[in-house]
């Protein structure tokens, strides 16, 4: 077995926490040891959830959280007896909707971006991982550093902390050291980096198509400031990173474009010896198609292990894809030497996150609701969230706005787009506008629309960053119902505003409305903070940190 050395970064284990790791690993059966190296998605009630993850005993799991805080706590409370040794119980803490159901609400990472704040962001970050570790969560996989330098890329939109690298890695290393401060363990992505290919890892292997000089100025400067910052995870994901490759073999040909979660080259030559990383690498989700398309299961899912990532994330069929990796041991594809490998930083991350000791606190429903949605934290997170939106342009001095000059408002939106909700969610901010003395037409398909009716349009739309959805742009004609409503402009007969709850670049497809608002996340107080800001009551005080024009001084005007 290769050499791991506990007891530096980022484990930093003690003796006894080294001497645990060991004995744990070699107390395991051969069947329990490759089940460590499975982290689960887990979406069902806590009783049958319970049951699935006995009967598998796998490393970690990823819960989907009901809204029951009372039944969650209760499964957190029971999932050690499920499983040889305490589980990992991660998530994807990324801010805005991608929150805990039941937790205090708080910007998603553009719109932390748009604060430019590290003091901030360490405080939503730490509201973030102290709420987490009440509901038994130990593990997030974030921060994202990916770089929005393809704007169209509906995969980082606001997932990232925008497009300049300094201000990504000021705001990443907060969010790291104020997670694994409280106890939560952050995990970076995308290795080898995201942000330069506008496609989805959901539906297609993508390319990080830099240059060795370019990666070295961009994802090599945030990569190692991660690592040099003791984060304790990376997740390899569905990229290819060429220029890497192709410099050790000219003639790569397709090796080339082999995704990092199967390449040997890229998560062991890169990650492993030259960015010098300890610690524990993660998969992402092997259901994606962009892990999927390079071949087939039975041999990718040994392949992921072979080439370095410790963790398998999610799978459809967990007990065959455990199959397939005793099969791989069998016939000497997979060595026991490098599932031993995988299992000791599993175990060695275990220990360093303290789930080894007997004296570890269990999740307690008093506990949670003490420390879930305190009033300070809320209080807290709103000031933060004030701060985001970002005046674009108001070309026509429109704001602020008022009941006395805009009455009448006649509403466009796309309500807010989730990608596991299968109907968009309706928004709060018409009916805001209402309590402020507006009345208010929400248009519907097949409406006439006279524009003497009316003293302002508003296009309101709130699409954060999807899944599958492979891009995002303002899709005229699902906004007005038809091809002819599709083709209507109203903004030279009527004041017209659009705000954006969420992707940052619809002037790509709008340049000439002639006011813009980007504020990043959807949350019930975001919509608040941008009706403040829209009414005067409060200043746009975010900064930009992408370009919302798209490269293009078209939309300026």
């Known amino acids: 077995m290769a050499n791991i050395d506990l007891a530096a970064a980022p484990f930093h284990l003690d003796a006894a926490s080294i ?124 921060p994202v550093i990916d770089i929005n330098s393809a704007w169209q890329s509906a995969i980082v939109g606001t997932r990232s902390y925008g497009s300049d690298v300094e201000r990504i890695k000021r705001h990443a290393l907060a969010q790291i050291a104020a997670f694994q401060q409280a106890g939560v363990a952050a995990t970076v992505k995308h290795w080898p980096g995201e942000g330069y290919d506008d496609r989805d890892q959901h539906l297609v292997t993508t390319i990080n198509p830099l240059t060795l000089a370019e990666w070295e100025q961009t994802f090599g400067p945030l990569y190692r400031a991660a690592i040099e910052a003791g984060v304790m995870s990376v997740m390899s994901a569905h990229i290819a990173f060429p220029a890497f490759v192709r410099e050790l073999d000219p003639e790569a040909g397709a090796e080339a474009f082999r995704p990092a979660t199967l390449s040997p080259v890229l998560n062991q030559n890169l990650l492993r010896e030259k960015l010098g990383f300890n610690g524990l690498i993660v998969s992402d989700a ?132 989730q990608p596991f909700a299968p109907m968009p969610l309706p928004l709060s901010l018409p009916d805001l506008l209402r309590e402020e003395g507006f009345e208010v037409t929400e248009y519907a398909p097949g409406m006439a629309v006279d524009v003497r009716d009316f003293d302002l349009v508003l296009y309101l739309l709130a699409e954060e960053t999807l899944l599958t959805r492979q891009r995002i742009f303002l899709n005229w004609r699902e906004l007005t119902g038809s091809v002819f409503g599709a083709m209507k402009r109203y903004w030279h007969d009527v004041p017209t505003l659009m705000v954006s709850l969420g992707f940052p670049y619809y002037l790509h497809d709008a340049p000439r409305v002639p006011t813009y608002v980007n504020a990043y996340g959807s949350n019930e107080d975001m919509q608040v903070a941008v009706l403040e800001a829209l009414m005067g009551r409060a200043p746009f005080a975010g900064t930009s940190p992408v370009d919302p024009f798209c490269g293009s001084e078209q939309g300026r005007y």
């Open 286 to 417: 092997t259901p994606m198609a962009g892990f999927g398309d390079w071949g087939k299961r039975e041999d990718i899912i040994p392949q992921c292990i072979i080439a370095g990532c410790d963790v398998i994330l999610f799978s459809d069929d967990a007990s065959a894809d455990l199959m397939y990796l005793v099969k791989a041991v069998a016939d000497g594809r997979l060595s026991q030497e490098r599932v031993d490998e995988a299992v000791t930083r599993i175990l060695g991350l275990k220990a360093a996150l303290g789930l080894h000791r007997p004296e570890r606190a269990e999740p307690s429903l008093d506990q949670a609701k003490a420390i879930i949605g305190r009033p300070e934290s809320r209080e807290k997170a709103r000031a933060v969230t004030a701060r985001v939106p970002t005046l674009v342009k108001d070309v026509q001095n429109l704001l602020p706005l008022s009941p006395a000059r805009h009455r009448r408002i006649l509403i466009f939106s796309t309500g807010a787009v």
């Open 19 to 142: 001497a645990w790791v060991h004995e744990t690993r070699e107390a395991l059966s051969p069947r329990d040891r490759l089940a460590q190296l499975f982290v689960l998605l887990s979406r069902e009630a806590p009783e049958a959830a319970l049951a699935s993850l006995a009967s598998f005993r796998p490393g970690g799991v990823t819960r989907i959280y009901s809204s029951d805080l009372a039944a969650e706590i209760g499964l957190m409370r029971q999932l050690d007896s499920a499983a040889s040794v305490p589980l990992l119980v991660s998530a994807d803490l990324e801010g805005s909707r991608m929150s805990l159901p039941f937790g205090t609400e708080v910007p998603n990472p553009l719109g932390l971006a748009a604060v430019d704040d590290v003091e901030a962001t360490t405080a939503i970050s730490t509201i973030m991982a102290e709420e987490a570790r009440a509901v038994g969560l130990n593990w997030s996989f974030t």
